[in-house]
């Protein structure tokens, strides 16, 4: 397969993707909160958003640390350092990974009569990046959510295993659907897109057809294991919270306090 690559100038490229990492969840969401839990969660997570931006950038142009001193001098914790360059490293892969399944992935799409939306591989990231985000704020606009972090583990763990080579075509088959069943169950009802489901079903058949995308989907299984890693460290330590009524009943999203940086 013949693969389109972004053709953008370097300055242009590097400034929409951080972009579309840091200008999440979006801005729609924050007029919808009506506590200040909810206020402060859409904050927080916009501000992890904003430091894994910083980091993209930081690793594409300079090469150095854009937080280390913030952890070091405690304004952040190491979980939080560590979480912001896992997804660094997984949005960095995703990135790399769209650019050659694209195509493939739009084709899929219309061949099921569906309408693609997406009109380049930026677009579709923007989705995707958006939807990660949303995902961790939409809860606490919820009358009710309970956060189970084992639910999102082994959903994120079913991602990675539903590649491996040794599975047969049935047993690949049943983990999608596994797959598509747990996304339901953590799924806050405002979530709007199934989008990286789509990409997961269609993956699982262009991984086997094409080398260069499965060359490229071994790195970014990588990168999703060690990103699900850092994030099950913490879902350990709280084990699920619960937003009820806009209140945020248990632990928050990680970091040490809330920091506009």
């Not at 699920?240 to 809330?258: A, E, R």
Request: hydrophobic share 35%.
């Amino acid at each position: 397969m013949t693969h389109n690559y972004i053709t953008k100038p370097v300055d242009t490229f590097i400034e929409e993707v951080a972009n579309a990492l840091k200008d999440v969840p979006e801005g729609k969401y924050l007029i919808q909160c009506k506590t200040l839990d909810q206020i402060v969660e859409w904050f927080t997570v916009r501000d992890f958003q904003e430091l894994v931006a910083k980091c993209w950038v930081a690793r594409r142009v300079t090469g150095d640390n854009p937080i280390w001193k913030l952890q070091k001098e405690g304004v952040i914790s190491k979980d939080t350092y560590q979480r912001v360059w896992a997804a660094v490293e997984y949005y960095d892969q995703l990135w790399g990974l769209l650019q050659l399944a694209f195509e493939g992935f739009k084709a899929s799409v219309e061949e099921q009569g569906e309408n693609f939306r997406f009109t380049s591989q930026l677009d579709l990231f923007r989705q995707l990046v958006a939807d990660d985000a949303n995902a961790v704020f939409l809860p606490c606009l919820e009358k009710y959510y309970e956060n189970l972090s084992s639910k999102k583990e082994k959903y994120f763990r079913l991602v990675n295993k539903v590649y491996q080579e040794n599975l047969s075509e049935l047993q690949r088959k049943r983990k999608i659907e596994r797959i598509e069943e747990l996304f339901k169950s953590i799924t806050p009802s405002r979530h709007e897109s199934d989008t990286f489901l789509k990409l997961v079903k269609y993956l699982n058949t262009a991984y086997k057809e094409d080398d260069a995308i499965r060359e490229k989907l071994n790195f970014y299984l990588k990168a999703l294991d060690n990103w699900v890693k850092r994030e099950a460290t913490i879902m350990h330590r709280t084990h699920s919270t619960v937003w009820k009524d806009g209140i945020l009943q248990g632990v928050g999203y990680g970091t040490k306090k809330f920091t506009k940086v």
